[in-house]
Structures are given as structure tokens and as C-alpha cells.
């Protein structure tokens, strides 16, 4: 009888050690798991096992930057005086932020780049060949 109690208050330890795992199935797996621990003679923690970094929480980027993307990258290129000397193509722009490390395709630069010019903060004037170039004000 001893060894049902043995095995009964073993059963209990891993139901207690597994109860604040939510998901049935991992909590199937943990029980199992802390059950054949026990069972060999270990000693598991009474406590539920501490997630994996795959099933932890992401965290939020902690940056005392402004947020990134290809607005942000062109408008640290306007501050750096990027546009001032002539105007640039959205292909030497591209170029620039390939220097910088930033690989953004074309077709994702010509919104930031309109925008910044509704705002007044560039300026676009079509060349001749029909391309249009972006400059400050």
C-alpha cells in the first residue's frame, strides 16, 4: 500500500507543478514529463516550467530613436543635408540608404518620399528625362 501512496502523492506533485500551464497539450507533456522525472527517482520543482523563449512574450524595442522605416531613414538624410547640395533621384536615394545599411526597395520609397513633399519638408520637380528628383526647400 505504500508504494500506491508513494505513486499517488508523486501523480500529485506533477499535477501541482503543471497547473498553471494553460495549453492542454503542453500540459499533457509537462505532466509526462515530470512524472517520469519523479518516478526515476529526480526531484522535479513543484513549480510550472518557465516558457521557452519561442513562447515568451516579444518585447518592445526600447530605442530613444524615433521609429525606423523609410520615412524615418530619409528624414535622418534631410537632417544630415542629404538634399541640399542638388536634387536626388528616389534611385540615388535608395543608393544612399543601401550606404547607410537600409535595403528598401524602390517601389517602398516613392510614398515616404511623396508624403515628405505634401509636408513641405521636400521639394519635386520632374527632370527631363521625365524622372522626378526631390530636394529641400
Known sequence: MAADQDYAALILQAEKAVAGVKDPDLKRI???KILDELLSGGSA?????KPTKAAAKPRKATTTTSKGGPKAYIEEMIA??????KPKTLAE?????????????????STPMQRLTQRRILRRSKLDS???AYSEW
Do not use: C
Open 30 to 32: 509537462a505532466f509526462q
Open 45 to 49: 520543482k513543484t513549480q510550472a516550467p
Open 80 to 85: 544630415d543635408g542629404f538634399f541640399r547640395k
Open 93 to 109: 536615394v535608395k543608393a544612399e540608404l543601401e550606404n547607410r545599411g537600409h535595403h528598401i526597395p524602390l517601389t517602398n520609397l
Open 130 to 132: 521625365g524622372v522626378f
